[in-house]
């Protein structure tokens, strides 16, 4: 992993077309590395959640070239690595597992080192069911669901509505839980975390702690995906 946080940290200070030319064979060769850590967090993840297994490099990962098109950053290369697996693929709208490494020079994504389970969008409907799901099963959820994750997740909050819904109560213990759209729970990591031995491994230990909310939350999306299929 230390190769891959160089390359980074070089191409952050250094995000031009001209110099990514001059290092197109580093970024192979640690292209090479990110892809072998995917490959074995696909087998491992695998091991305990089956819609993860039949997974493909391209089915959960994505390109270093920035969409520079609507955004006022026109620097041309993403600092980070980032994997999604999720059941169908990342573009699925499935909850799944996010593990990503940034240049690592803030504590902000994507700068960030991080672990993430859910997803970030998901379909109205989708939205709705689960702040009713939560709201009518919140000691089930609180006790067996979030109950069971690694404390180094914690709920994130980032781009929740600023009030809870009129129809929940504020004073709820469920009541944040109701401002979100995106269902999604976050850990960051360091350095030190990427230098361990069997990465992957460690990985997967920690997601599989949140695979119960991974399978709750699907539980809502496969619910409307049926529905507007039928």
């Known amino acids: 992993m230390k190769e891959i946080l160089d390359f980074l940290r070089d191409l952050e200070k250094n995000n031009n077309r001209k110099w990514f030319s001059t290092n197109k064979e580093r970024y192979q060769e640690v292209l090479k590395k990110w892809n072998a850590l995917c490959e074995s967090l696909i087998t491992e993840i695998g091991r305990f959640d089956k819609d993860i297994a039949p997974l493909t490099i391209k089915d959960c990962t994505y390109r270093i070239y920035r969409d520079t098109r609507f955004s006022k950053d026109k620097s041309p290369y993403k600092t980070h690595f980032g994997v999604f697996?999720?059941?169908?693929g990342k573009k699925s709208m499935h909850a799944g597992y996010y593990f990503h490494i940034g240049a690592g020079n803030s504590s902000e994504y994507p700068h960030a080192h991080m672990l993430a389970s859910g997803n970030y969008c998901y379909d109205n409907k989708a939205i709705k069911i689960l702040h009713e799901d939560i709201s009518d099963e919140w000691e089930t959820f609180s006790t067996s669901i979030l109950g069971k994750v690694n404390s180094l997740f914690s709920p994130d909050m980032e781009g929740a509505l600023k009030r809870v819904p009129r129809e929940y109560d504020p004073n709820a213990p469920y009541a944040d839980w109701m401002r979100m759209k995106s269902f999604c729970?976050?850990?960051?990591t360091d350095d030190n975390f990427l230098l361990e031995e069997n990465l992957a491994q460690r990985v997967a230990e920690l997601?599989?702690?949140?695979k119960p909310f991974i399978d709750y939350i699907n539980r809502a999306v496969d619910y409307v995906k049926k529905e507007m299929e039928g």
């Open 85 to 88: 697996l999720a059941k169908g």
């Open 185 to 188: 729970l976050t850990a960051e």
């Open 207 to 210: 997601f599989k702690t949140t």
